[in-house]
C-alpha cells in the first residue's frame, strides 16, 4: 500500500468518525449548518488535490513512455 492510499484511508476513517459525531450531535442548534460547509470544503479540497496528484502522474508517465 502506497503513501498516498494510507493518507486516503486515514481521511476517510477520520471524516466517516466525524460525520458519525455529527450525526449524533443535537441537529436543532444553528452551528451544525457551519461545521457541514466547512467539511464540505475540506473534502473538495482534498478530492482537488487527489485529482492533481493523479493527473500529474498520468502526464508524467505519458512523457516518460517511448513511442519508438
Known sequence: ???????????????????????????ERGDGILVWVVMTAIL?????????IIVNKATQKANDTNTQ
Not at 17 to 23: D, E, F, G, Q, S
Not at 44 to 51: C, D, F, G, N
Open 1 to 27: 500500500m502506497t503513501a498516498a492510499e494510507v493518507q486516503i484511508r486515514m481521511l476517510v476513517a477520520w471524516t466517516m468518525t466525524r460525520v458519525r459525531a455529527l450525526h449524533d450531535e443535537d441537529s
Open 44 to 52: 473538495v479540497a482534498a478530492a482537488i488535490a487527489i485529482v492533481a
